[in-house]
């Protein structure tokens, strides 16, 4: 699970006393907690958009991003909110691959690989050739896009010489939402404009406390 924390830095809280001088009640510790909820919010549909734009797929659309997120409000006690995206671990044809049609191998009847070749995307972009892939049903009915392990028998083949179409299958996996969200081009493009949020919100805030 990612969890991005959203916490008020030393500096402001500090800006934030200086301004609430002689102000009676526990007024500090509101504002700092309204700002950190409000961010986190704002932050969560920030990152799913962001999410969005850069990923394909049905899990990655903004909604369901955040229908696999939850939030964590801070309080008057803690005033930090924490945001935690998760996720099981997806395949490739969660994201993008150009035929699920099922095949039982990548060879053909003569024993060479076959000329047909699948193309998939994870990111928004041109799709590229799943080198050696194919799709396969298992017994259970799951439907997933494999490649063989070169020169790894599968078990049930354990002991019988080495032959392609013995070959250990490999579900072609990619990153699952957390892992997506958290990254370098979604979480690692966001952490300044998070920042500059929760500022906005704290200015906000202190001017609803002292009545401008």
Do not use: C, W
């Not at 916490?7 to 609430?20: A, F, G, H, R, T």
């Not at 699920?100 to 699948?118: C, E, N, P, V």
Request: cysteine-free; hydrophobic content about 35%.
């Amino acid at each position: 699970m990612k969890i991005v924390k959203i916490e008020v830095p030393e500096n402001i809280i500090s800006d934030v006393e200086k301004q609430l001088e002689g102000v009676k009640g526990k007024t500090k510790t509101k504002v700092l907690k309204t700002a950190v909820n409000n961010t986190a919010k704002k932050a969560q549909r920030l990152l799913a958009e962001k999410t969005a734009k850069t990923y394909v797929g049905k899990h990655t659309r903004r909604n369901a991003v955040v229908r696999n997120s939850v939030i964590k409000k801070g309080t008057a006690e803690s005033p930090t909110s924490e945001i935690g995206f998760a996720s099981p671990m997806m395949e490739i044809k969660d994201y993008h691959v150009s035929s699920l049609a099922i095949s039982k191998t990548s060879y053909t009847k003569s024993g060479k690989r076959s000329k047909k070749t699948l193309k998939g995307k994870v990111l928004n972009g041109g799709a590229k050739k799943l080198e050696h892939a194919f799709v396969v049903q298992f017994k259970n009915g799951h439907v997933s896009v494999v490649s063989r392990v070169p020169g790894v028998n599968a078990k049930q083949y354990a002991g019988k010489p080495n032959k392609p179409h013995y070959e250990k299958l490999k579900k072609l996996l990619s990153p699952s939402i957390s892992i997506a969200v958290g990254g370098d081009r979604v979480y690692g493009q966001s952490q300044k404009e998070i920042e500059e949020i929760l500022l906005e919100e704290v200015n906000k805030t202190m001017k609803k406390v002292l009545g401008e």
